[in-house]
C-alpha cells in the first residue's frame, strides 16, 4: 500500500508542479519519488522474508511428518532456496540500490539549485485548486503515514519505517507547497523559490547520510543472529517526518546516560503530555507579539493587511503601533527623515594611493565634448566641423530624501533602481553637451546644480514621491591609462602660459621703466635749461647793479673793488682755519701748528689710568 500511494502521490504532484508551475511543488515530487524508490525496495525485502519464512514452516512441516531433520539439516543450502535469495538480495540488490539513490539524491540537491530560479513565475490563477489537490493530498499521505508508522512500532514490522517515513516527509512538503504559494498570493513572490531550496538542502542532508551509510556498511562487524539496521532507510527523513521521534530517542539517550529509566520518572511523563501544549503557547506568545511594532524616531512605515494599506494610505510614524498578526498584517519601514545616497559613475575602493595615474576606483568612463576650434578639418559632405570628444571619469553621489512616502513604495515597482537609472540618463545627457575644461575647472558647480535640477524634473515626472537635496561630482579625471599623458599636455600649457605672463611682465616693467626714464631726463634738461637761463638773467641784473655801485661812486674806485674782493674771500674762505697777523712791522717767525685739535669732550670722558 506504501508504495502505491506514494506513486500515485508522485504523478499528482508531477502534475500538480507542471499546472501550478511551482518550484517547491517540484521538489516535493522528487522527493515523494524517492519514498516510491524506498517503499519499492521494502516492498522486495519483505517479500523475500516472507518466502523465507514459508519455506522455513514447509520445511518443519516436512520434518515433522517425516520424523527426522537429520537429512534436512546435512542439505541446508540445498533446502533453503528463499533464505539463499534474500541474502543475496541484501549483500548486493540493496547497496547497488542504495548507491543510485544517494546519486539520485546528490543530484536533486545539486542540479535543481540554479535552475529553479529560472523558472516561470507561479501561476496565481491556478493557484486555489492546487492548492486543495495538495491539502487533499497532504491529509492521505499522513493518515497513511502514520497508520503505516504506528503498524510498524506495535507488530515489529521494521521494514515500514523508510516508506512511513518518506509517506509524512511528503505530506509536509505537500503543507509547505500550499505555505509557499500562499505567500505568492501574498505578495512574496519569492517564498516558493526559498522553499525549493530548502527541500534541495534537505535532499542534500539524506544523501550525505546516504553516503556515509554506504562507507559504514563496509567497517561494520557481520555478527550472525544480530539484525542489521536497514541501509536503505534514512533517520534524517524519519526525524523530519515523524518529529515527535526526537522526543524518544533522547529518553533513551537519557536512560542510557544516567543509568536508569528518564522515561518512567514524573517530570518526562508531565513533559510528554505537555509538550503540545507548551509549543501551542509559545507559537501563540510569538504570534501575539507580532502585533506589535516599534517605529524610530526619523522613520516612516507602510502598515499593511494582506499585501494592501491600512487606513487612508498606510502610512504610520514613529511611535508604537499595534497590527494584525503576522503573516495577514506586515510593516515596512523606511528612513523618511535620512538622507539617502547612491552613486552613479565610477565605484570608489579602498586604495591607499589615490591619483590619477593609480587605480582607486572601477572606472566607468562617460563622453564629453570639447571645444571647437579652426584647426578641426570640416566634414567634407556636410563642411560642418564635428567637436572633439573626450572620454572623463566621475563619480557622482546622488542625495535624496523620501517625502511622500506612500507615492514612494506604491506607484514604482523598484523607485530605488527607477531613480539610480534617471540620474544615470541625466548624467549621460548633460555630459555629452559640457565641456571639458569647464567641468575641469571652473563649471563643476555649476555642472552639479543642473544635474540636480534636472533629476529632480525627471523624479518628479515618475511621480517618484522623493527629493533630490545634492549632486555632487568628485574624482574628475581623465581614464587612468590616458591620465599621465593628460598631466604632461596641462603641465606644458601651464608653463607655456607661466612663460607668456614672465614675458609680459617683463615688457611692462622694462615699458615703465623707459618711460620713467625718458621723463627724467627731459625734465632734468627741462630744469637745467631753465637754471641756465634764470642764472644768466640773475648774472646780467647782478653785473648791471655791479656796474651802477662801481659808477656811483667815480673818486673811490680802490673801495668797491676791496669790498668785493674781501666778500668773496669771506664766502670762500668760511670753512677755513684763519690765522691773523696783528703786527706786519717786526721781524717775527710765525710756527703754525697744522694738526687737528682734539674735542675736548672726547678727552674728558677717557678714563684715567690706575697705578698697580
Known amino acids: 500500500m506504501n508504495w502505491v500511494v506514494l506513486l500515485g502521490a508522485t504523478l499528482a504532484l508531477m502534475l500538480i508542479a507542471n499546472y501550478l508551475s511551482s518550484s517547491a511543488a517540484i521538489m516535493g515530487t522528487i522527493l515523494t519519488g524517492f519514498g516510491l524508490l524506498v517503499a519499492l525496495l521494502s516492498y522486495f525485502h519483505i517479500g523475500l522474508i516472507e518466502r523465507e519464512q514459508f519455506e522455513k514452516m514447509e520445511l518443519e512441516e516436512l520434518s515433522k511428518s517425516r520424523g527426522s531433520e537429520s537429512l534436512f539439516v546435512t542439505a541446508a543450502a540445498d533446502t533453503f532456496p528463499a533464505k539463499r535469495s534474500r541474502e543475496q538480495f541484501e549483500r548486493f540488490f540493496i547497496p547497488t540500490c542504495t548507491a543510485l539513490l544517494f546519486l539520485l539524491q546528490a543530484a536533486a540537491a545539486y542540479f535543481p539549485w540554479q535552475r529553479l530560479a529560472v523558472m516561470p513565475p507561479l501561476i496565481a490563477d491556478r493557484a486555489k485548486l492546487a492548492m486543495s489537490l495538495l491539502g487533499l493530498m497532504g491529509l492521505i499521505l499522513f493518515l497513511l503515514g502514520k497508520y503505516s508508522s504506528g503498524l510498524a512500532r506495535l507488530k515489529g514490522l521494521k521494514l515500514l519505517r523508510p516508506g512511513a517515513a518518506y509517506m509524512q516527509l511528503s505530506a509536509y512538503a505537500c503543507l509547505a507547497v500550499i505555505g509557499a504559494t500562499a505567500a505568492v498570493l501574498s505578495g512574496f513572490p519569492k517564498v516558493d523559490l526559498i522553499i525549493a531550496r530548502v527541500l534541495c538542502c534537505v535532499s542534500g542532508l539524506a544523501a550525505v547520510e546516504t553516503l556515509l551509510a554506504l562507507v559504514l556498511e563496509g567497517y561494520r562487524v557481520r555478527v550472525q543472529g544480530r539484525e542489521a539496521r536497514l541501509l536503505y532507510e534514512s533517520r534524517l527523513v524519519g526525524l523530519l517526518g515523524q518529529p515527535e521521534a526526537i522526543i524518544t530517542t533522547a529518553a533513551h539517550a537519557l536512560d542510557y546516560q544516567f543509568g536508569f529509566k528518564v522515561s518512567d520518572t514524573w517530570f518526562y511523563r508531565f513533559l510528554e503530555k505537555a509538550l503540545g501544549w507548551m509549543l501551542l503557547v509559545q507559537l501563540g506568545v510569538l504570534v501575539l507579539s507580532t502585533c506589535f511594532v516599534i517605529i524610530e524616531p526619523g522613520d516612516e512605515a507602510l502598515l499593511e493587511c494582506f499585501g494592501k494599506p491600512m ?302
Open 311 to 612: 487606513g487612508q494610505n498606510g502610512v504610520i510614524g514613529p511611535g508604537l503601533h499595534i497590527k494584525p498578526p503576522w503573516p495577514i498584517g506586515q510593516t515596512r519601514i523606511f528612513p523618511t527623515e535620512r538622507i539617502q545616497t547612491f552613486l552613479v559613475g565610477a565605484e570608489p575602493e579602498q586604495s591607499p594611493t589615490i591619483a590619477w595615474t593609480v587605480i582607486h576606483t572601477k572606472e566607468e568612463n562617460f563622453l564629453v565634448s570639447g571645444e571647437l576650434n579652426s584647426q578641426i578639418p570640416a566634414n567634407q559632405q556636410t563642411g560642418v566641423r564635428s567637436p572633439p570628444v573626450s572620454l572623463l571619469s566621475v563619480s557622482i553621489p546622488v542625495h535624496y530624501q523620501i517625502t511622500n512616502l506612500a507615492t514612494w513604495a506604491y506607484i514604482n515597482e523598484d523607485p530605488i533602481t527607477l531613480l539610480t537609472n534617471i540620474a544615470e540618463r541625466e548624467v549621460v545627457l548633460y555630459l555629452a553637451s559640457a565641456n571639458f575644461d569647464d567641468l575641469m575647472s571652473r563649471g563643476r558647480g555649476a555642472a552639479a546644480e543642473a544635474l540636480r535640477r534636472n533629476i529632480q524634473k525627471e523624479a518628479d515626472a515618475k511621480d517618484l514621491g522623493a527629493r533630490i537635496t545634492f549632486v555632487g561630482l568628485e574624482d574628475i579625471h581623465p581614464p587612468t591609462k590616458v591620465a599621465g599623458v593628460f598631466e604632461q599636455v596641462v603641465g606644458a600649457s601651464e608653463t607655456r602660459e607661466s612663460k607668456i605672463l614672465t614675458a609680459r611682465a617683463h615688457a611692462i616693467s622694462t615699458n615703465a621703466w623707459a618711460a620713467g626714464e625718458s621723463f627724467k631726463r627731459v625734465t632734468t634738461a627741462e630744469a637745467d635749461q631753465h637754471g641756465a637761463i634764470t642764472n644768466s638773467a640773475s648774472r646780467a641784473l647782478l653785473f648791471a647793479n655791479q656796474q651802477l655801485a662801481y659808477s656811483a661812486a667815480p673818486g673811490y674806485k680802490g673801495v668797491y673793488e676791496e669790498q668785493a674782493r674781501l666778500e668773496a674771500m669771506i664766502d670762500n674762505s668760511e670753512d677755513a682755519r684763519k690765522y691773523i697777523l696783528a703786527t706786519t712791522n717786526v721781524p717775527n717767525i710765525p710756527i703754525f701748528n697744522l694738526e687737528d685739535k682734539i674735542r675736548a669732550d672726547l678727552i674728558e670722558r677717557l678714563p684715567a689710568p690706575t697705578g698697580k
